[in-house]
C-alpha cells in the first residue's frame, strides 16, 4: 500500500535523502516536502523538537508526518552541544560552532573526549480530526571521540573533529556509504522503517 509522508523540512536535499534511505526499504513511500509555518522548537530534547516539527507537519497537511533533531554529545560537557549544536557559537555557522567546541576541550585529554552524535525521528499521523493520533519516535546513536584538530573533507557539521568507534579517521574523512551506513542518522531510520511499514 503506497504511504505519502511530509517531512517537515523546507530543505529539498534532506527531502531527497529521506527519500532515498525509505525508498530502498519502502518502495511504495513518497516523502513531499512541508510549505507551512515553521514552529517553535522549544523542547528540552532531541525528542521533543523532533516531536514538535512533526506535529505542526501533520497538523498543517493532514499526512503522516516526519521530523528529525540531530546534534553531537560530548560527554565530558554533560551531553552539550547536545540540541543547542547548530548554534553552539551563537549563530548557525558551522565553522564557528566547531572551532569553539574544539576550544573548550583544549586541555581534555584523549581518554576523556568521548562523544556521540545522536539523531531522533519523530512519526506522528494525524487522527480524523487532524489532530496527533499517532506518535512515536526513533533514534539512534553513533558513539565516538572527538579528535583534537578538524581533518576530512567530507561530510558537514561536527564531522571534522568526530572519530567514530571502530575507526582512525574522522566521519568527515570515511567514504560515504560508509557513514551512511553507520551514522546516528543510519540507525534511527532503522528503527523508524517498521514503524513506517505498520502506517502503510
Same mark, same amino acid.
Given at each position: 500500500?503506497?504511504?505519502?509522508?511530509?517531512?517537515?523540512?523546507?530543505?529539498?536535499?534532506?527531502?531527497?535523502?529521506?527519500?532515498?534511505?525509505?525508498?530502498?526499504?519502502?518502495?511504495?513511500?513518497?516523502?513531499?516536502?512541508?510549505?507551512?509555518?515553521?514552529?517553535?522548537?522549544?523542547?528540552?530534547?532531541?525528542?521533543?523538537?523532533?516531536?514538535?516539527?512533526?506535529?505542526?507537519?501533520?497538523?498543517?497537511?493532514?499526512?503522516?508526518?516526519? /521530523?528529525?533533531? *540531530? !546534534?553531537?554529545?560530548?560527554?565530558?560537557? @554533560?551531553?552539550? $552541544? +547536545?540540541?543547542?549544536?547548530?548554534?553552539?557559537? =551563537?549563530?548557525?555557522?558551522?565553522?564557528?560552532?566547531?572551532?569553539?567546541?574544539?576550544?573548550?576541550?583544549?586541555?581534555?585529554?584523549?581518554?576523556?573526549?568521548?562523544?556521540?552524535?545522536?539523531?531522533?525521528?519523530?512519526?506522528?499521523?494525524?487522527?480524523? /480530526?487532524?489532530? *496527533? !493520533?499517532?506518535?512515536?519516535?526513533?533514534? @539512534?546513536?553513533? $558513539? +565516538?571521540?572527538?579528535?583534537?584538530?578538524?581533518? =576530512?573533507?567530507?561530510?558537514?557539521?561536527?564531522?571534522?573533529?568526530?572519530?567514530?568507534?571502530?575507526?582512525?579517521?574522522?566521519?568527515?574523512?570515511?567514504?560515504?556509504?560508509?557513514?551512511?551506513?553507520?551514522?546516528?542518522?543510519?540507525?534511527?531510520?532503522? /528503527?523508524?522503517?517498521?514503524?513506517?511499514?505498520?502506517?502503510?
Amino acid at each position: 500500500m503506497a504511504l505519502e509522508v511530509v517531512l517537515a523540512t523546507h530543505n529539498q536535499h534532506k527531502v531527497e535523502e529521506f527519500q532515498r534511505i525509505l525508498g530502498a526499504a519502502m518502495p511504495s513511500i513518497t516523502v513531499v516536502a512541508y510549505d507551512g509555518p515553521e514552529p517553535v522548537e522549544d523542547g528540552v530534547s532531541f525528542a521533543e523538537n523532533a516531536l514538535i516539527k512533526a506535529r505542526a507537519a501533520a497538523a498543517h497537511t493532514g499526512l503522516v508526518a516526519l /521530523a528529525d533533531d *540531530s !546534534g553531537i554529545c560530548v560527554d565530558i560537557l @554533560g551531553g552539550a $552541544p +547536545g540540541i543547542f549544536s547548530a548554534r553552539w557559537a =551563537g549563530g548557525r555557522d558551522s565553522t564557528e560552532n566547531l572551532e569553539l567546541l574544539l576550544a573548550q576541550l583544549s586541555d581534555i585529554a584523549d581518554p576523556h573526549r568521548g562523544a556521540h552524535f545522536t539523531c531522533a525521528i519523530a512519526i506522528v499521523a494525524p487522527d480524523a /480530526a487532524g489532530r *496527533s !493520533g499517532f506518535e512515536q519516535v526513533a533514534s @539512534g546513536e553513533w $558513539p +565516538g571521540r572527538l579528535a583534537s584538530a578538524a581533518s =576530512g573533507a567530507h561530510g558537514f557539521g561536527y564531522d571534522p573533529i568526530f572519530v567514530p568507534d571502530g575507526h582512525d579517521v574522522s566521519a568527515a574523512e570515511l567514504a560515504p556509504e560508509v557513514k551512511n551506513a553507520e551514522s546516528h542518522r543510519a540507525r534511527a531510520f532503522t /528503527a523508524a522503517i517498521p514503524i513506517l511499514q505498520r502506517l502503510a
